[in-house]
């Protein structure tokens, strides 16, 4: 069981948008800037797309942003396309001895 | 552009020690300011963190391997490495080489290497 809670599968349409969740607790997502999300197609190591909530790394599309309520953090995800299928995990920064810990995963499938 | 790269044995007995090297190319680690970590991913599973080090040498483990695990660092080689001990089935997976994107910006992993499937089997 992860620490982080992502719902195992979103989909939409091109150009409709997503919005993926990633529940915490007050020791990680709540606490603390420090969300992360990594996009990984199969077979393929993940990418960086959002980092400490809301900041993209150089290269990512403004499509997708960040952002985060209380112990919930969200990926949105606009103007869907093709290419985003993938999987998607969050990461967060934690007090407790593990450091990182990273959501389930969400599937996301283009319609 | 930072790269990683990892390598290793992709087959270990069982009880045996697992040991990879991750190669970094396009940047010092002992330029300081960043964590070099290690993460894997099980068969058809999500995402684990196992331990980073520092330039310095001081580590940081999972402490669900802490007792198995040893992370270091050789600068003159621009490589650090791990190490996990008594393997079983369950340690079957891709291990990923990471660095943060940015200083200071803990366990925000921008750079990753390309992964090495570990099998542990007899």
């Known amino acids: 069981q992860s620490a982080l809670t992502q719902p195992p599968s979103v989909s939409g349409s091109p150009g409709q948008s997503v919005t993926i969740s990633c529940t915490g607790t007050s020791s990680d997502v709540g606490s603390y800037n420090r969300v992360s999300w990594y996009q990984q197609p199969p077979g393929t190591a993940p990418k960086l797309m959002i980092y400490?909530?809301?900041n993209r790394p150089s290269g990512v599309p403004d499509r997708f942003s960040g952002s985060k309520s209380g112990n919930t953090a969200s990926l949105t995800i606009s103007g869907l396309q093709a290419e985003d299928e993938a999987d998607y995990y969050c990461s967060s920064y934690t007090s407790s001895s593990t450091y990182v810990v990273f959501g389930g995963g969400t599937k996301l499938t283009v319609l | 552009q930072v790269q990683l790269q990892e390598s290793g044995p992709g087959l270990v007995k069982p009880s045996q020690t697992l040991s990879l090297t991750c190669t970094v190319s396009g940047g010092s680690i002992s330029s300081g300011g960043y964590y070099w970590s290690w993460i894997r991913q099980h068969p058809g599973k999500g995402l684990e963190w196992i331990g980073y080090?520092?330039?310095?040498?001081?580590?940081f483990y999972n402490p669900s391997l802490k007792s198995r695990l040893t992370i270091s660092v050789d600068t003159s080689k621009n490589q650090f490495s791990l190490r996990l001990s008594s393997v079983t089935a369950a340690d079957t997976a891709v291990y990923y080489c990471?660095?943060?994107?940015?200083?200071?910006?803990?366990?925000?992993?921008?750079?990753w290497g390309q992964g090495t499937l570990v099998t542990v089997s007899s």
């Open positions: 080090i520092y330039y310095t040498g001081s580590t």
């Open positions: 990471a660095r943060d994107v940015e200083t200071a910006t803990l366990g925000s992993f921008g750079y």
């Open positions: 400490e909530v809301n």
